[in-house]
């Protein structure tokens, strides 16, 4: 049994507030650490917790009929045990039943009361409450029973958003198709990869990994194990990109740490390219980092993020006042202001929704840099960011998220127009907790894409020593640099016309994209035989109101129509609706 979920339901139930302690409650919660979890191992940690809990709970009724209507064990009828305990003015009971399964498991009532006094004989009121009790514990159990089913099903629903038996044949294609392009490679890695792949199965790959998605990432023990020449040769590009940092952009970074207790379009850019050299001139680069600092400075001093309330901000605050303030500083004033923006309110990609076909819904980064060239909108960089307290979860969420996004926007821009290879790429930006990762994808000139992360440094939300600042900076200037040569390059490329070039993604569609798209005649929503009946009392809830429920929209004054039109109590139905909210979110 595990110590760490038993603790977690004690201490829910010990400080929570009581109207809070529902079976949905106790069990989505412990869904959150483990999904796969079994429901009779699930009611026996969940009884202990009760039997631990309800000692503090020895003078308050409430309470302790709450948590007594949560667990229950499969009941085995015909054995209630005493002791049953009277008193004369009131009847104070303590049944302890035994349930078939577990010697372990017991269900205690305590306190009930039933308003008969003195004037039945003991075996006719010990009948009459075991009647009693036996009914309220059949009930109980129904009650366990439908929330563990409808959460379970909730989850299985949130899971599938993520992900999916992958299609064999699309990641044969995609590994058939890389193999291509490295024998026909002339670069010095290219055979070393080729060699690499032909011990890997194709079996071990999920659409998770960046290699079943033809992306070569420098992360991978394919590029790790290189030869020296070999990893030269594909790190080429990410080494011509780094530069190193003025020695005056150092002292301005050190004197604001130290006084800070204080208090239209232009000429389109020349074709440029990454040499190791900044492209804007000293003076620039101090403007921009001026901007930047004055940034930090009202972070600084915004008390949102001083240690006593930092952790409780949620992901929408730290982006809007801290995030996106400090990109929007090293994009100030570019060459192309006209043409380019950055979009901060999840807008829809367009490269997500042109992967997933006409008229399908494309995913919301949290933030993008766009330019408009030949009139068509471009996504140069993509945002995913956490709350300052970042789960491992979510952490690998986003990464995985982020580098779809960022193949999808390649793929994207080569539909129109065609950048330099081995020059032009797609940024992409991942925020967790106080570490900004930045990361960028190109592609080389056999058409194979390389994922780069090119820095991970330390975001000083609150005030740093000048080093932390300085390297602080020094990212946002890269990122800066290199979306200057972005720009450029995509100016100052040509139309794209073949039909190879305009191909659809490699990336491969996660579950949410295909399980979920109802055929011709089928109801609208979610494939909700994907998921288990959601059960409401003593009426199990059908397909159809599976569907309308987890796929209602507006305002909850849809509900009452529901639970008419379904004869299921409006309570259950908002329990319901608060657990398909949660996962559409």
């Not at 590009?237 to 006084?259: A, D, E």
Request: aromatic share 8%.
């Amino acid at each position: 049994m595990s110590t760490e979920l038993y603790n977690k339901i004690y201490e829910f139930f010990t400080t929570s507030p009581i109207e809070h302690i529902t079976a949905f409650s106790v069990i989505y919660q412990v869904m959150e650490d483990e999904p796969l979890i079994q429901q009779d191992i699930l009611r026996e940690i969940v009884n202990r917790a009760i039997d631990a809990s309800t000692n503090i709970y020895s003078n308050n009724l409430i309470a302790q009929n709450k948590l007594l209507r949560i667990p229950i064990q499969t009941l085995t009828k015909g054995r209630a045990y005493q002791p049953i305990y009277f008193r004369l003015n009131s009847l104070r009971i303590k049944a302890i039943l035994e349930y078939s399964g577990s010697s372990q498991t017991s269900f205690k009532i305590y306190m009930w009361k039933t308003g008969r006094h003195g004037s039945a004989g003991h075996g006719e009121i010990a009948t009459l409450l075991y009647n009693i009790l036996m009914t309220q514990a059949c009930d109980i159990i129904e009650n366990f029973n439908d929330a563990f089913e409808g959460v379970r099903s909730v989850h299985n629903i949130k899971r599938a958003k993520l992900e999916r038996p992958l299609t064999r044949q699309e990641i044969s294609r995609n590994m058939t198709d890389l193999k291509r392009k490295l024998t026909q490679s002339s670069s010095q890695f290219a055979i070393e990869i080729h060699e690499g792949l032909n011990n890997i199965s194709e079996s071990d790959l999920t659409w998770r990994e960046p290699l079943a998605n033809q992306i070569l990432s420098d992360e991978s023990n394919l590029v790790q194990n290189l030869s020296g020449s070999a990893k030269n040769s594909f790190m080429r590009p990410s080494h011509k990109m780094r530069v190193q940092l003025p020695s005056n952009i150092q002292v301005i970074c050190t004197n604001f740490v130290k006084n800070f207790y204080d208090g239209d379009m232009e000429s389109l850019p020349q074709r440029l390219t990454h040499n190791n050299t900044w492209i804007e001139s000293d003076e620039t680069l101090a403007n921009v980092t001026d901007d930047i600092l004055n940034s930090l400075c009202e972070i600084w001093r915004n008390p949102a993020f001083d240690e006593e309330f930092a952790n409780a901000q949620s992901e929408g605050t730290y982006v809007t006042d801290v995030i996106v303030p400090l990109i929007r500083s090293s994009l100030r004033k570019l060459p192309i202001k006209k043409y380019a923006f950055l979009s901060t309110a999840e807008r829809q990609s367009l490269a997500s929704a042109d992967r997933r076909g006409k008229g399908k819904q494309g995913k919301r980064p949290d933030v993008m840099f766009m330019e408009k060239h030949r009139e068509k909108l471009y996504e140069l960089m993509f945002v995913e960011c956490s709350r300052l307290i970042c789960t491992e979860r979510k952490k690998n969420d986003d990464k995985l998220k982020l580098w779809r996004e960022m193949n999808d926007g390649m793929y994207w821009v080569h539909k129109s127009c065609r950048p330099s290879k081995n020059e032009f790429g797609v940024l992409g930006v991942q925020i967790a907790g106080d570490m900004l990762h930045l990361n960028i994808l190109i592609k080389d000139c056999d058409d194979i894409h390389h994922l780069f992360h090119l820095r991970s440094v330390k975001i000083p939300v609150r005030p740093s020593n000048d080093e932390g600042v300085t390297q602080f900076v020094e990212t946002l200037l890269l990122l800066r640099n290199i979306t200057i040569v972005n720009i450029s390059l995509l100016f100052h490329s040509s139309e794209s016309r073949s039909a190879r070039l305009k191909r659809q993604s490699s990336t491969i569609s996660s579950m949410v994209n295909r399980t979920y798209m109802p055929q011709r005649g089928a109801p609208k929503g979610p494939d909700i035989h994907m998921s288990k009946k959601l059960r409401s009392g003593a009426t199990r809830l059908s397909l159809e109101a599976i569907s309308d429920i987890i796929t209602v929209k507006g305002t909850a004054n849809a509900l009452p129509i529901l639970a008419k039109k379904y004869n299921v109590s409006c309570t259950r139905i908002r329990e319901i609706w608060k657990f398909a909210i949660a996962i559409n979110n």
